[in-house]
């Protein structure tokens, strides 16, 4: 691999335990994007407190107050285009995994895809989720994924 950056993206690699677990490793690669995940990393307890334990269910009613507390909050990264697609994110998440039943269906059900496919597929799905995050996202729950050069 060359050294091109992808030092700084490397997440820990392991399949989520459930669809909390995939909203929170989703939710991550949209706050990785521009800085290394060790930086997302060493805030990631804030994150979660902040973001209710990424219960989709909980952050997909969030409104106006909920988005300020956490613009406001230095335990997290305060993007509010990033924050507000948590927001959006989280409902696109439980339509999914009320259409599949689970998200990991959902992955299973795209995991025969071409890689750009599955990436586009995702991308259209959740904001602020381009090939970087898609990238690490996939490579964050375990599956296939390209070498970095060929993404």
Do not use: C
Not at 62 to 89: C, F, H, M, Q
């Amino acid at each position: 691999m060359p050294k091109d950056g992808i030092d700084n993206i490397i997440p820990p690699r392991n399949k989520p335990k459930n669809d909390i677990g995939y909203f929170e490793i989703l939710t991550k690669a949209v706050f990785q994007a521009g800085f290394s995940w060790k930086t997302v990393e060493k805030k990631w307890p804030g994150f979660e407190e902040i973001f209710d334990g990424f219960d989709p269910l909980k952050i997909s009613k969030w409104g106006d107050g909920n988005i300020l507390r956490a613009l406001e909050s230095p335990k997290i990264i305060r993007n509010p285009k990033k924050i507000e697609a948590t927001v959006y994110n989280a409902q696109s998440f439980i339509d999914t995994v009320e259409e599949h039943g689970s998200f990991e269906n959902y992955i299973s059900s795209i995991r025969d895809e071409e890689y750009v496919d599955k990436t586009k597929m995702l991308s259209k799905k959740f904001k602020w989720l381009g090939k970087t995050g898609a990238f690490f996202f996939f490579l964050s729950i375990n599956e296939e994924v390209p070498d970095w050069a060929h993404r």
